[in-house]
């Protein structure tokens, strides 16, 4: 079993940045593949950002170049930077563990944390 909590969102003007985290508890997270995802009014689930057990890394291509999703082993937390904020980026944000081998959600999801950008 795992446990993911998320944190760090919160309510920014356009151009800031924001640092989200993911804490696990319950298992290593360096043994799975992990991703973040985003969920806002009106659209799909997208995956924003993952990364496998050996750090490849995959973005949205809408976030390519302002967001930077990072794993910490020692403090089993995975991190997803957002830089250069854009109002669309607003959305409720996920982590979660990734399917063995894919870029699709595998079993364990936080609760989320709320990212709001304004202009």
């Known amino acids: 079993q795992v446990h993911l909590e998320e944190s760090g969102g919160g309510m920014v003007q356009a151009g800031d940045s924001l640092r989200l985290s993911c804490a696990a508890t319950?298992?290593?997270?360096?043994?799975?593949?992990m991703g973040w995802f985003r969920q806002s009014p009106g659209k799909g689930r997208e995956l924003v950002a993952g990364?496998?057990?050996?750090?490849?890394?995959k973005y949205a291509g809408s976030v390519k170049g302002r967001f930077t999703i990072s794993r910490d082993v020692a403090k089993n937390t995975v991190y997803l930077q957002m830089n250069s904020l854009k109002t669309e980026d607003t959305a409720l944000y996920y982590c979660?563990?990734?399917?063995?081998?894919?870029?699709?959600?595998?079993?364990?999801w936080g609760q989320g944390t709320q990212v709001t950008v304004s202009s």
């Open positions: 990364i496998t057990s050996d750090d490849s890394t």
């Open positions: 319950g298992r290593t997270l360096s043994s799975f593949g």
């Open positions: 979660a563990t990734l399917a063995e081998g894919d870029w699709a959600p595998g079993n364990y």
